[in-house]
């Protein structure tokens, strides 16, 4: 529990950098990751849906990176405020 709320203020309060907010955000991730394995643990459920969890949590640090690079290529800094979102 303390995992999630440290990631989860982490989060919040670290809006500089895109890098430090998608290791925060990963972070978040493993931990429900973690709580959906001792579930289906407890309950004697099948571990598939875990492992489909798991690959598309993949999926989306691997497009978080891409952006990353992207950002860093395009702006030359991992910045978030340096995004024109507007």
């Not at 303390?2 to 978040?28: C, D, G, N, P």
């Not at 407890?42 to 690959?55: A, D, G, P, W």
Request: hydrophobic letters at 60%; a positive charge.
């Amino acid at each position: 529990m303390m995992m999630y709320f440290f990631s989860l203020v982490k989060f919040v309060f670290s809006r500089k950098h895109l890098l430090l907010m998608l290791l925060s955000l990963e972070f978040i991730i493993l931990f429900v990751y973690y709580m959906l394995f001792i579930y289906l643990k407890i309950f004697n459920y099948e571990y598939f849906f875990s492992m489909i969890f798991l690959t598309f949590s993949v999926c989306e640090s691997a497009l978080g990176l891409s952006i990353l690079i992207s950002l860093i290529r395009t702006h030359g800094n991992d910045n978030f405020f340096s995004l024109n979102l507007c």
